[in-house]
Structures are given as structure tokens and as C-alpha cells.
């Protein structure tokens, strides 16, 4: 079973993007009967970033961090959107039978151009280049969170649509993989965590750095002697995440039974985030001081990918008639 999925290297990597996307992508790795793809969506990314240094180095970043935090280049293959350029070249052929009436429904273009983000094009047809990221590999499955559901829905109408017109099988249609219980990973205030937003708990961030933004989690002004709202409490969601789950009674009790603060609750929080990520945190270091190894993985990876895609854009062209 193959399996795609990728991460835009719009910001540092933080706690949702391992929940949600990175946790799912070591583990999948694991299974003997899955043939992992995982690429740095850097050509998304440029919907956000406009400065070239920028984007080079949060890609380079990006790939440093998931091999951090546990992907292995000997079971998946990682590699940078840009250096495929075929990409953007089956985006192009399925645009051609995308209507804008899918495109003007997708909930997250609305959402961030709410939010101020500027109505660019880019921003607008972002669920075909995503397609053809996912269809350019034949993929079966796609590790998603909740918020990107629509667009991997998006993905199966508009390969659909491109074998109607082409030929039935030259596209995979692929499915959703969706952890229901971490779907969406609340921020600092509430939301849901983005790095469009600015409330992220960064998985690398210095820990000084890590600690201000810990005890600066939105709470509200329950006594220390009073037990704790659990519903819609941010605090709450995110210890639920890093507690062990023996020990996550104990930690519950904390909040229904009153007799702790915020500040304490935060601080315990903190000790786990460290805990969790302290081999990826040292692991990065070592990566740092080798960045030759990084871009060596990267380039190896598209090689790899290039053997699934030389044969589906050679499928494409030919039935479009540009070959």
C-alpha cells in the first residue's frame, strides 16, 4: 500500500504538525506492507513566503526535523516538491477539467482569505497542485488531518474527472487516513494551532523559549481551590496528548477535583513536551552539524520517486497528446 503525504515548510515545525501529519509517518513506515512517499510541499509554501532565503531554509529545516523525529530514508522516501518538476506540469493537465465550482467550495481557501491572507491564485488552486502532489505517485492512502479532508476529497473528484476524460486507471483514486483523535491540535489560544495564526508550541524551539510560550496558554479564571473546566480547555486537550495513558486518570483528576493551578498544570506540561521530544532534540543537533547528510537523503529520495513518476506522467502525456 502506497502512502503520501507532506508538510509545507511555510514556519518551524510544531506540536500539530507532529500529531497530526509526522506521528502518523514514522509509524506508517514501520509496517512491512507500506510504501511510504513524503515530500517538503515547498511550492505551497510560496503562497505564504516571498523571500527566497526564507523558503530555502525552512526547507532545509523541515527535512532536518523529520529525520529528527524519526523518518527513516532506508523505509520512506523524502524529497522536496521543487525538485520534481513534473509536478507542476500534471497540475497544469488537471486544471484543465477542474471546474472553479469545486474550487470556490474549498473551506480552507475561504477560511484563510477571512483571516486577510491575500486572494492570489496560488492561494485559489492550491487543492490541484495538492492533487497532483498525491496522484503523481500513484497513491493509496493519505495521511490527513480534519481541516484537509475537503481536499483530499477534492483530490479523488478531480482525478475522476481527468480519467473520465483520459481513461479509466490512469489516475490511483486514493483514500483518507484520519486520526479522528488528534485531528486538530488547539494553539496557545485556542485555535487551531497554525503557524498562519501564530500559536504554536514549537517542537525545537529553545527551551527558554518553549517555557514562555507554555505558560502563556489562554486559560481562565478558575481559583486554584476549584475544579476545572475540561470542555473547550486548551491546557486539558494538550496534556491529554502528552500524558502516558496510565497516567492520564491521575492528571484528569487534577482538573475535576480542583486544588491546582494553571501555572503547575503548565509547568507539568512543559516537563512533558521535553520529555517526549528529547532524542528528536539531540538527534537534530547531530543532523545540524552535517547538513550535506540532509540534502544527500533529499536527493536520494527524488531519484526513488522519479521511477513511480517517470511512468505516470509517460501515462498522462500520452493520453493527453503531448507526447
Keep these: ?75 520512506s522516501v523524502l524529497y522536496r516538491q521543487s525538485d520534481v518538476p513534473e509536478v507542476t506540469e ?65 483530490t479523488r473528484d478531480i482525478a475522476g474527472a481527468f480519467n473520465q476524460t483520459y481513461g479509466e486507471g490512469l489516475l490511483r ?29 514549537e517542537i525545537f524551539a529553545p527551551e527558554g523559549e518553549l517555557k514562555k510560550r507554555v505558560m502563556s496558554i489562554v486559560t481562565d479564571s478558575t481559583p486554584v481551590a476549584e475544579p476545572k473546566p475540561t470542555k473547550g480547555n486548551t491546557l486539558y486537550a494538550l496534556l491529554k496528548l502528552f500524558t502516558p495513558p496510565a497516567e492520564w486518570p491521575a492528571t484528569k483528576r487534577l482538573f475535576t477535583e480542583g486544588g491546582t493551578g494553571y501555572g503547575d498544570l503548565k509547568k507539568r506540561l512543559l516537563g512533558l513536551v521535553l520529555e517526549t521530544f528529547g532524542p528528536a532534540r539531540r ?18 529520495g527524488r531519484e526513488r520517486a522519479m521511477k513511480v513518476i517517470d511512468h505516470v506522467m509517460t501515462d498522462c502525456r500520452r493520453a493527453c497528446g503531448l507526447r
Aim: glycine share 8%; with cysteine.
Design 283 to 300: 538527534r537534530r543537533e547531530e543532523l545540524l552539524s552535517d547538513p550535506g547528510h540532509v540534502e544527500r537523503v533529499l536527493a536520494d
Design 173 to 201: 483514486i486514493p483514500e483518507a487516513m484520519i486520526l479522528a483523535e488528534t485531528a486538530v491540535v488547539p494553539g496557545i489560544d485556542g485555535q487551531k494551532m497554525s503557524k498562519s495564526y501564530g500559536n504554536t508550541l
Design 90 to 154: 500534471l497540475a497544469w493537465m488537471l486544471s484543465t477539467v477542474t471546474p472553479m465550482g469545486l474550487l470556490q467550495r474549498g473551506h480552507s481557501y475561504k477560511d484563510k482569505t477571512s483571516k486577510g491572507i491575500v486572494a492570489t491564485h496560488g492561494l485559489f488552486a492550491y487543492p490541484v497542485l495538492m492533487a497532483a502532489d498525491i496522484l503523481i505517485v500513484r497513491s493509496d492512502r493519505v495521511p490527513v488531518g480534519r481541516d484537509q479532508k475537503q481536499h483530499l476529497e477534492m
Design 1 to 75: 500500500m502506497r502512502i503520501l503525504s507532506g508538510v509545507q515548510p511555510s514556519g518551524k515545525l510544531h506540536i500539530g504538525n507532529y500529531f497530526g501529519a509526522i506521528r502518523q509517518f514514522v509509524a506508517q513506515q514501520r509496517e512491512p506492507i507500506n510504501e511510504c512517499y513524503y515530500f517538503i510541499a515547498d511550492l505551497h509554501a510560496m503562497t505564504t513566503i516571498h523571500e527566497g532565503a526564507v523558503l530555502r531554509d525552512y526547507s532545509r529545516m523541515v527535512a532536518t526535523d523529520f529525520l529528527a523525529l524519526g523518518l527513516d530514508p532506508a523505509r
